[in-house]
């Protein structure tokens, strides 16, 4: 059976341990790939800034490194975190590396990328730092690529919205 919603996955933590993203219902989240060593890595100060703005309203930043793109995230999960810690101070939940593209696809990403569980927002990751925003349903309302800094009017307004709109 295909997974439905977000909600029905485990994934394993930075650290290795089993997370039900069922405990994140009610929150609105952002999913994004992440890589340590990619044009895009400064993003993580955006993203933690971004968590911090929201996360006492319901909001939740959810990390997955991803060695996808030019062997941009070669790191072990502990030299991820540390890096992630010692560099961007982050604090938001990081999991353990995994695909979001190929024949090794993350289910959670097939679901994301999937024209059929996401018929508005579906499509291959192309890079790192793609971001899915998830409301408080679990229903994925929007993707911003690579390029869009998550501490954009774009994203800041959007998660200020669905935090808003659906308490």
Not at 39 to 60: M, N, R, S
Request: proline content about 5%.
């Amino acid at each position: 059976m295909k997974e439905r919603s977000i909600y029905e996955f485990i994934m394993n933590d930075i650290d290795g341990n089993p997370v039900n993203l069922e405990i994140f219902r009610h929150k609105v989240i952002l999913i994004v790939n992440v890589a340590s060593k990619c044009g895009f890595t400064p993003q993580y100060k955006g993203l933690q800034e971004l968590y911090e703005e929201f996360k006492d309203d319901g909001f939740l930043i959810l990390g997955f490194p991803a060695n996808n793109f030019l062997s941009q995230e070669p790191g072990t999960n502990s030299e991820i975190k540390q890096f992630c810690s010692l560099n961007y101070n982050v604090s938001f939940p990081m999991f353990s590396k995994i695909s979001v593209k190929g024949n090794d696809i993350s289910p959670l990403y097939e679901f994301l990328t999937d024209k059929e569980a996401n018929p508005r927002f579906s499509g291959k990751i192309k890079w790192n730092f793609t971001k899915f925003l998830i409301d408080r349903n679990g229903d994925i309302v929007d993707r911003f690529a690579p390029m869009t800094k998550p501490d954009s009017k774009k994203v800041e307004k959007r998660v200020g919205q669905l935090l808003v709109d659906t308490e």
